[in-house]
Structure formats: structure tokens, C-alpha cells
């Protein structure tokens, strides 16, 4: 596993869901612009837990830009190969949002 920062778009609403102990996972794909082309595949999987999960659901959705910290791994699974981020920061970037206004930044 590889520590990383890593600024991404969200690509697929985030989805939430729950652990036996009742933990909050969030797993959505992401996608990043690599510095090589054609080295792989630029889209990963991204997993947030516990309170930040919930943070990401509630904050982020298609087309933001987050900047992520977290640990990058190589998962296979029975088919093939993919990459995944666990996300331990999440941080907006850009948000697409069409206005912010005073009281919807204190809901």
C-alpha cells in the first residue's frame, strides 16, 4: 500500500452502506488524470468509513473535485484487477454546485 494525495472527480454517486458494527462505509469510483498515459487505469475505487463516510455522502456527488489522502492498493477479485483508494481526508476541491448561499452553508 502507497500513501497518497490525490485529486479526483467523482464519477458515480456515492453509496453508503453499513458493516456488522454498525460503521458507515461509502464506496464510489473516482477518477484521476495520470502522470503516464496508458499506464493503467485511471479510475478507482474510492471507500471512506465512519463519520467521514457520512460526510461524503451528505457534501459531495457526480462531478465534484476532491482532493483525497489515503492509502492506494492493488484488490482481485475473481475476474480481474482493480485499484482502490481508502480515503482517510476528504477535502472539496471543486463543487459543482450551482449557489451557495448563508444558510444552506449552517443546515
Known sequence: MN???????IIEPPFENYIENKTSVVQTLVKFS????GKGSEILNLL???????????????NDYIIVEGFLSSRKDSK??????SGRKVYPFI???TTITET???K
Do not use: E, H, M, R
Not at 500513501?3 to 472527480?9: P, Q, S
Open 104 to 106: 444552506s452553508l449552517f
Open 3 to 9: 500513501y497518497c494525495n490525490l485529486i479526483v472527480k
Open 34 to 37: 495520470p502522470v503516464k498515459k
Open 48 to 62: 471512506v468509513w465512519g463519520n467521514l463516510a457520512q460526510d461524503v455522502v451528505k457534501y459531495y456527488k457526480i
Open 80 to 85: 480481474n484487477a482493480y485499484a482502490q483508494l
Open 95 to 97: 463543487l459543482n454546485t
